[in-house]
């Protein structure tokens, strides 16, 4: 059964940071292009960060490249989102994502999500 289990959200101010995580079954994580997106209420939902399927690229949305940076611990079926300097514009749920695929963006597998709020 997939498992994407997705931590780290809360209430900053502008300008903080915060660290999400999400736990994978290792049956998505190896091979598969991990990442998050993140809907905002009244939004669309919008591609935010991932790697490519061999994990060795990474790529970002314009809007956070340069503040938020993913990572990964493959040991631990681990993939992270550092987001830094944020912004009130930033507040959305962030969904851990596998399988995704940036010519459409869409993805095969997401989490349940975490809220992300910042305060202006």
Do not use: H
């Not at 598969?32 to 490519?52: D, I, L, Y």
């Not at 809007?63 to 514009?89: C, H, W």
């Amino acid at each position: 059964q997939v498992q994407l289990v997705e931590s780290g959200g809360g209430l900053v101010q502008a300008g903080g940071s915060l660290r999400l995580s999400c736990a994978a079954s290792g049956r998505v994580f190896s091979g598969s292009a991990m990442g998050w997106f993140r809907q905002a209420p009244g939004k669309e939902r919008e591609f935010v960060a991932s790697f490519s399927r061999t994990g060795l690229s990474t790529y970002y949305a314009d809007s956070v490249k340069g503040r938020f940076t993913i990572s990964r611990d493959n040991a631990k079926n681990m993939v992270y989102l550092q987001m830094t300097s944020l912004k009130p514009e930033d507040t959305a749920v962030y969904y851990c994502a596998a399988g995704i695929s940036r010519a459409t963006m869409t993805s095969e597998y997401e989490g349940q999500g975490t809220q992300v709020t910042v305060s202006s």
